[in-house]
């Protein structure tokens, strides 16, 4: 028994002494992500749609149909818990079109590194980004987090939709920083009924979302 007790002591001991890492997770469940996602939603760290420096992601092939000028759902779940928020942008022919991530406030953190303090949100949203300050929280979410965003009315076969997760209170990481990102390939296509949207580019030949 005393020998028990003092293992569980040494143990409680080594959790005190070592800081806590944590890293926030989330899987893109709707539209469907165009990679294959693990439990936690890996790969998900590189710019601008995941992946790492390690693993490009494996394609899933997945096309999701859209109607432009229409309301896209999107729901993710949020894997491993960190305060934070998310945003959603769109590129028509490419990812290079994707905004950079949101530009962070930081501090010094523990061990001396720079740690996130908050992230600049875009207010009011401009192409391309949908959406912006999604489901901000600062305790853990109880049920996957959804919403409907409107789509621009255009027509696009490869449209890259991305959903991104910056994260507050967190280290960099290597690569993305403060932020994990996903994508979807979404095909649009245009509502004849309504004018098209003339602010977002058009569509060339051939589109490419090559990570």
Known sequence: ?????????????????VPAVTHAHFKLMEPASWIVEDDRGDPQKGFPCGGSNAD?????????????????????METIYHPGFYRIALAVNSPAELPVDPK?????GPNGQPRSISGEIMNPVAMPVLADGLWPHQAKPTAALET???????????CTL???QFMEQHG??????????????????ADPKKPIDAAWPKERAETNTAR
Do not use: F, W
Request: charged share 10%; with cysteine.
């Open 1 to 17: 028994m005393k020998a028990v007790t003092r293992l569980a002591l040494a143990a409680a001991v080594l959790v005190a002494v």
């Open 56 to 76: 490009y992601g494996k394609p899933s092939y997945a096309i999701s149909q859209a109607v432009g000028g229409s309301k896209l759902h999107v729901k993710v």
């Open 104 to 108: 962070a406030t930081t501090e010094a």
């Open 148 to 158: 409907d965003v409107a789509l621009p009315n255009i027509s696009c076969k490869k």
């Open 162 to 164: 991305q959903v991104i």
């Open 172 to 189: 960099a990481n290597n690569p993305g920083n403060y932020t994990y990102h996903h994508c979807a390939t979404i095909q649009i296509t």
